[in-house]
């Protein structure tokens, strides 16, 4: 039995028909049959385990996969990759082929937190790439890593500046302002004042920062404001 054949006949044994209705519904760009239904913890014990076999690098090769839950345990295992290299060329393979935002936005290698500077350059060759999950990506490792110590007002202006006709672009450009008001909030509020979004995108930001704990109710009464 091939390293694919054996996880497949794993995760079917694992599958839970009622959390895979659940997982559909949230994922409309996937087709049910390509899901399996594997709860996360459950996949994650999976991905631990296996990434510890001479079997993960041979999946890691192996794509396109057909099942949603491949592909979620293909980025859970890219995690696990100690070098960043090897962690970023795997992540260049990998995007291209994402169909959805649930697996676009599990994948996040703990060995990039140690290359920040090199990371960035990188980000932003995807932020430019017209590829809806790997520009997603990209807007995501920024509001990962980049909002806290290592933020440079120079990022919003990435990301400000991206256009799209895509909802899961446009959901992440509005996730990424809304995090970012509630951690840079003084050089973030001009982009919002001067409405430097798409009005949809930048009404959605507004939106989400409303909805954060971690925004005061003064700046919330005056981001009511400035919503178009």
Not at 151 to 168: G, H, K, T
Not at 175 to 195: C, D, G, R
Request: charged share 30%; with cysteine.
């Amino acid at each position: 039995m091939s390293s694919k054949e054996e996880i497949l006949r794993r995760l079917f044994e694992l599958q839970d028909l009622k959390y895979k209705e659940f997982a559909c519904k949230l994922m409309p760009t996937v087709n049910p049959e390509n899901v399996i239904g594997v709860r996360t913890p459950d996949l994650r014990k999976l991905a631990r385990e296996f990434s510890k076999t001479p079997e993960a690098s041979e999946f890691l090769k192996i794509l396109p996969h057909a099942y949603y839950e491949e592909n979620n345990l293909h980025g859970f295992l890219i995690e696990t990759i100690r070098d960043y290299d090897t962690a970023v060329a795997a992540v260049d393979e990998f995007l291209p082929y994402i169909d959805n935002w649930a697996t676009c936005d599990l994948i996040s290698p703990k060995i990039f937190k140690k290359h920040l500077p090199e990371l960035y350059e990188k980000i932003k060759v995807w932020l430019v790439s017209g590829r809806t999950y790997t520009v997603r990506f990209g807007i995501g490792m920024l509001m990962r890593f980049y909002l806290d110590d290592d933020f440079q007002p120079e990022m919003l202006e990435l990301v400000a500046v991206i256009r799209s006709d895509e909802y899961y672009v446009n959901m992440m450009i509005a996730w990424y302002f809304a995090t970012a008001l509630a951690k840079q909030y003084e050089a973030v509020l001009p982009y919002i004042q001067e409405q430097r979004l798409e009005k949809w995108t930048h009404n959605k930001a507004i939106q989400k920062a409303i909805e954060s704990y971690r925004i005061g109710d003064e700046a919330k009464a005056y981001l009511r404001t400035l919503k178009t």
